[in-house]
């Protein structure tokens, strides 16, 4: 099983400040099937990224991916107040599909 | 607009059984792959079973595999996941997702439905 660790735990910042949340697998993941997802208090997830760096229907540009074999960053450039939620990778290269355990944004 | 709906859920003793549903609409559901998320109280995500496109191909977290088992209504653009045995950690709200293209990656989510063991 790929283990996902995503650091930090949470992070402190103001609106306009451009954080990089960072995830690490315990293995090479395959083809780069890396993916981000936010999720916000009492909603269902929701994709941001996929591949590693390409942004899903709908998602504002200020949202980049990079990364790949075992190090992958998510980086937001400006953060708008609706950015402030929870973020999630997720490798779908490997079997069982497995998730990090999540960074909180928080508003500093 | 796609939608995914989930029932079923609720309180359940330890030992005890429930089956979700998923009505799914807004896509042609025949065609996509399937699968269960999880995420107990104030946890992260937990992958947890996925089905093919047809029903006749299904995959299992090891946390679940032997209790739990996923069905698919294709005419009935339904989803189902039937829990036996089921136990306090189990608790949690289980999501219903789409999956792109048969390859784990999802695009759309349920809103949820809560499953809570407890005596």
């Known amino acids: 099983e790929v283990v996902l660790t995503q650091s930090p735990g949470t992070l402190s910042l103001s609106p306009g400040e451009g954080p990089t949340l960072s995830c690490r697998a315990s293995?090479?993941?395959?083809?780069?099937?890396l993916a981000w997802y936010q999720q916000k208090p009492g909603q269902a997830p929701r994709l941001l990224i996929y591949?590693?760096?390409r942004r899903a229907t709908g998602i504002p540009d200020r949202f980049s991916g990079s990364g790949s074999g075992t190090d992958f960053t998510l980086t937001i450039s400006r953060l708008e107040p609706e950015d402030f939620a929870v973020y999630y990778c997720?490798?779908?290269?490997?079997?069982?599909?497995?998730f990090g355990q999540g960074t909180k944004l928080e508003i500093k | 607009e796609v939608q995914l709906v989930e029932s079923g859920g609720g309180l359940v003793q330890p030992g005890g059984s429930l089956r979700l549903s998923c009505a799914a609409s807004?896509?042609?559901?025949?065609?996509?792959?399937m699968s269960w998320v999880r995420q107990a109280p104030g946890k992260g995500l937990e992958w947890v079973s996925a089905?093919?496109?047809?029903?006749?191909?299904?995959w299992y977290a090891d946390s679940v595999k032997g209790r739990f088992t996923v069905s698919r209504d294709n005419p009935k653009n339904t989803l189902y996941l039937q829990m036996n045995s089921l136990r306090a950690e189990d608790t949690a709200v289980y999501y219903c997702?789409?999956?792109?293209?048969?390859?784990?990656?999802?695009?759309?989510w349920g809103q949820g439905t809560l499953v809570t063991v407890s005596s």
């Open positions: 997720q490798q779908y290269g490997n079997s069982p599909l497995t």
């Open positions: 591949g590693a760096s």
């Open positions: 807004g896509f042609t559901f025949r065609i996509y792959s």
């Open positions: 293995q090479s993941v395959s083809s780069s099937k």
């Open positions: 089905v093919s496109d047809s029903g006749g191909r299904m």
């Open positions: 997702v789409k999956e792109v293209d048969h390859n784990g990656l999802f695009d759309y």
